[in-house]
């Protein structure tokens, strides 16, 4: 029953399944404060919504991988989807904080929209045209969290933070939908037994180049999800905004990522990966070495934090594409498992920065910290970025 659509899906679609599994992360972040409030706990612990969330996507993921390359994208979309939906009903309802973040983490099964997404992309082209059209797909990935935290801070001002889980639902089902009658299977080749499946799955573990490509991700999106950590707190005590504020300002982060990702989808075609790689990681860290500046001389402003990380994400957005094209092309008969593990890494490690942050930032220290630790994130990505360059030159040699 899972095989009714042959052909592959539309473009569209993808873009929907990538956009909805972004915004999930951070649609109701301008609501934290409030949930800690109503369910009377600590604001760390309702953090765990945004940090724990990618914990278990990052599990998630490499599990999904293997299985898209044994048994195929659409059957585990389709149930990813099924399960996301199910969990935002369970969030709509919880009457505590365990039980929603229960369900919170079961939501991240969605992850399997966004990182099957690349792999259906890398199943039907080569390499940099791959990358060329990741780079479109991923305006997708800027729009939904550019758009989400403003709309779910509306949403918790007018209706209370539960409207952002109706609006999830909601989404889910138009979602499956559409997959069911659109998403064609375009694993042509899946394994024979999952145990031939992870037999090869070494093959990525030995590759430097694969190490390279999947750890440039891994920190440059590293340096976002410390944004997402520890923005809230300072925003609101640093410079006193408001819910839908602060949606609006979160916006400019992802405002940079559209912004990088279109010159991706325009230029990867034509450069070496790793030069859009290395682009994109010198262009976030020195929009984070002007903020931090302008913070140490004295101009606490609010386009200080926000102009800087403006720069994180137009260099994002340069760089993920094609480290994720690169990723997936080290092995391509392992497409799916590779887009898995790298997005394994690239989650895994947003926890581990956004729970960081949370940890570091306070009411007194803020802006430090936070832009602190996005600076080291970008600057291990571009390291990871000069390695696969290094890797490149001595195989030619």
Same mark, same amino acid.
């Given at each position: ?8 899906p ?8 990538s956009?909805?599994?972004v ?27 945004i940090?724990g ?29 099924i399960i ?21 983490l ?15 992309v890398?199943?039907?082209?080569p ?7 990741l ?5 997708a990935?800027?729009v939904?969290?550019? @758009? !989400?935290?403003? $709309?779910? *801070? %509306?949403?918790d001002e007018?209706?209370?933070?539960? +409207?952002?889980f109706? =609006?999830?639902?909601g989404?889910g ?5 559409l997959?069911?009658?659109d ?8 394994s ?11 093959e ?15 920190f440059?999106a ?11 707190l ?16 979160i916006g ?7 912004l990088?990702s279109?010159?991706?989808g325009?230029f ?12 994109g ?10 903020? @931090? !500046?302008?913070? $140490?001389? *004295? %101009? ?7 102009? +800087?990380?403006m720069? =994180?994400g137009?260099?994002?957005g340069?760089?993920m ?8 092309s ?5 497409a ?31 802006i ?11 600057l ?16 030619e040699?």
């Amino acid at each position: 029953m899972f095989y009714s659509a042959t052909t592959p899906p539309k473009f569209f679609t993808l873009i929907l399944l990538s956009a909805l599994s972004v915004a999930s992360l951070n649609f109701f972040v301008t609501s934290l404060s409030n949930m800690a409030e109503e369910f009377q706990t600590d604001y760390a612990v309702v953090n765990l919504a945004i940090a724990g969330y990618a914990g278990m996507t990052a599990v998630l993921l490499l599990i999904i991988g293997p299985l898209s390359d044994r048994l195929g994208r659409r059957p585990i979309i389709i149930a990813g989807l099924i399960i996301f939906i199910l969990a935002s009903m369970g969030c709509l309802l919880a009457e505590d904080i365990s039980t929603f973040l229960f369900f919170r983490l079961l939501q991240g099964a969605i992850v399997s929209g966004s990182v099957l997404s690349n792999a259906v992309v890398r199943d039907m082209l080569p390499a940099r045209e791959a990358a060329s059209k990741l780079g479109y797909l991923a305006m997708a990935w800027a729009v939904a969290p550019m @758009l !989400g935290p403003m $709309l779910g *801070g %509306v949403l918790d001002e007018l209706f209370g933070w539960r +409207a952002s889980f109706i =609006v999830f639902f909601g989404l889910g089902v138009v979602l499956l939908s559409l997959c069911w009658i659109d998403l064609g299977e375009t694993n042509k080749n899946p394994s024979e037994t999952f145990a031939k499946q992870f037999k090869d799955y070494p093959e990525l573990f030995r590759s430097r180049r694969f190490w390279g490509y999947a750890l440039c991700m891994a920190f440059s999106a590293g340096a976002f999800y410390a944004f997402l950590g520890g923005v809230p707190l300072v925003a609101k005590t640093v410079f006193g905004m408001s819910a839908t504020s602060l949606g609006f300002y979160i916006g400019t982060i992802t405002a940079g990522f559209l912004l990088g990702s279109f010159l991706s989808g325009r230029f990867a075609r034509y450069y070496q990966l790793t030069t859009m790689m290395i682009m994109g990681r010198i262009v976030a860290c020195v929009g984070l070495v002007l903020g @931090l !500046g302008l913070f $140490l001389t *004295g %101009v606490v402003h609010v386009f200080s934090l926000f102009g +800087a990380c403006m720069f =994180v994400g137009i260099g994002n957005g340069l760089t993920m594409p094609s480290s994720s094209a690169g990723a997936m092309s080290v092995r391509p008969r392992l497409a799916g498992s590779a887009s898995g593990l790298s997005g394994a890494l690239t989650v895994g490690g947003g926890a581990v920065m956004a729970s960081i942050t949370g940890i570091l930032v306070t009411e007194q220290n803020g802006i430090y910290p936070l832009l602190g630790t996005m600076l080291f994130s970008s600057l291990m990505g571009l390291i990871a970025a000069l390695y696969v360059l290094w890797v490149d030159r001595s195989e030619e040699a």
